[in-house]
C-alpha cells in the first residue's frame, strides 16, 4: 500500500445504483447511487478541445489510491462509476489497474476522462 499522506487529494467516488426497465432488463440508476470517499493523487496526462461539433475541452487525467481504505475495507471502484474532485466530475475509463510489487498488490492505477462543453 501506498503511504496516505502521498495521496493528498480526496475524492468522491460515486457507484451508480441499478433498477428494472419495462423489459426486464437491469439498467444503470444514477438516482440511486452511492458515494464513497477515497484518498487519491490525481494528475493530467492530455487535454485537447473539440471545436469541430462544439466548444469541448476533454481532459484524461490518472487517479492512483490503495486497494484498501484505512480501515482495511477493499476498494471498489468500477468502469461504471464517476469520480468528483474539485468542482470537476469525471467518468471512469475501463476498469482499475492493478500495479502489483514481486509479493502483493500495490495500489490502482485508473484513468479518468473530464468533457466540458
Known amino acids: 500500500m501506498i503511504d496516505e499522506s502521498l495521496l493528498p487529494h480526496l475524492v468522491d467516488v460515486e457507484h451508480p445504483g441499478s433498477k428494472t426497465d419495462r423489459y426486464g432488463n437491469k439498467v444503470v440508476d444514477w438516482s440511486t447511487s452511492?458515494?464513497?470517499e477515497v484518498a487519491a493523487?490525481?494528475?493530467q496526462n492530455t487535454g485537447a478541445?473539440?471545436?469541430d461539433q462544439?466548444?469541448?475541452q476533454i481532459g484524461?487525467?490518472?487517479m492512483v489510491c490503495n486497494p484498501a481504505d484505512t480501515s482495511g475495507r477493499a476498494l471498489t471502484v468500477h468502469g461504471a462509476d464517476r469520480v468528483h474532485?474539485?468542482?470537476l466530475d469525471f467518468e471512469v475509463i475501463g476498469p482499475p489497474g492493478p500495479a502489483h510489487t514481486p509479493v502483493e498488490?500495490?495500489?490502482?492505477?485508473?484513468?479518468?476522462k473530464s468533457v466540458e462543453g
Open 34 to 36: 452511492t458515494h464513497a
Open 41 to 43: 493523487w490525481l494528475q
Open 49 to 51: 478541445e473539440d471545436t
Open 54 to 56: 462544439r466548444s469541448a
Open 60 to 62: 484524461e487525467w490518472l
Open 85 to 87: 474532485w474539485q468542482g
Open 105 to 112: 498488490l500495490h495500489h490502482y492505477e485508473i484513468r479518468l
